[in-house]
């Protein structure tokens, strides 16, 4: 179990914006320096064993920086399937997606990603799908990537500001969609749909409009993925 678990460490931080200005062209603020932010990155020994025994790689933010080490105990539990991430709070895909690129030069790639990546997009959402578009390229077509929809309306912000939050995010989770139509080895798990089919979910779900709740919205939405992991 050593051998395959995923090497998870730090804790969660919320997603870094700074305040809305007048450069501000979508409402939800500016990236913060994400780099300075916690992070969860494998060893070389789990990113190996993950390769060689049908595992998973995920590349995440925050939000995977906190329940990724449920989730990658919940697979093993579950399905016998090992994970390795690359999850790193207030990382937008860019650079996600850069981490994708160089696994895949050192280590090669397993048959399944994941990606959950996209919540830190808000803030500059045209870039998003060249992203999208640049892992499936990375990829190839003999390989499925499993992509998490976001779901961003932070409630310690102005409400102007979580109208943005929330109309970002549906602007990034429309180019996941147009993805979906593009390339038939995409899936989505669709995590804003689950929070949206109730309303209560959204407060029962999310602490602060980002970040699950442990363990009733970690659990959701670690069940979605592994739900749509064991799935391919």
């Known amino acids: 179990m050593a051998g395959a678990a995923a090497a998870v460490a730090g804790v969660a931080t919320t997603e870094s914006a700074q305040p809305a200005t007048a450069a501000d062209l979508y ?11 916690s992070r969860s990155i494998s060893t070389a020994a789990t990113i190996t064993y993950v390769r ?5 790689y995920m590349f995440g933010d925050s939000i995977a920086v906190q329940d990724g080490k449920a989730l990658a105990t919940r697979l093993m539990s579950r399905a016998g399937i090992s994970l390795a991430v690359h999850n790193w709070s207030g990382r937008p895909t860019r650079p996600a997606v850069d981490a994708l690129e160089n696994w895949a030069l050192k280590y090669g790639l397993p048959r399944r990603i994941l990606m959950a990546t996209g919540t830190n997009d808000i803030f500059n959402p045209p870039v998003f799908a060249a992203q999208v578009d640049r892992t499936m390229r990375i990829v190839g077509s003999n390989r499925t990537v499993i992509w998490v929809n976001t779901q961003i309306s932070r409630t310690a912000k102005a409400a102007a500001v979580q109208v943005a939050d929330q109309r970002n995010s549906a602007w990034i989770n429309s180019q996941i969609h147009d993805a979906d139509k593009k390339y038939p080895n995409l899936r989505i798990v669709r995590w804003a749909e689950y929070l949206a089919a109730q309303p209560s979910r959204m407060t029962q779900l999310l602490r602060e409009g980002v970040h699950t709740t442990v ?9 979605l993925m592994v739900q749509a992991i064991t799935a391919v």
Do not use: F
């Not at 060689?52 to 998973?56: A, E, Q, S």
């Not at 363990?215 to 069940?223: H, K, L, S, T």
């Open 52 to 56: 060689d025994h049908d595992g998973v």
């Open 215 to 223: 363990p009733a919205g970690q659990d959701a939405r670690n069940e």
């Open 27 to 37: 409402g939800s603020g500016a990236l913060g320096d994400w780099t300075i932010l």
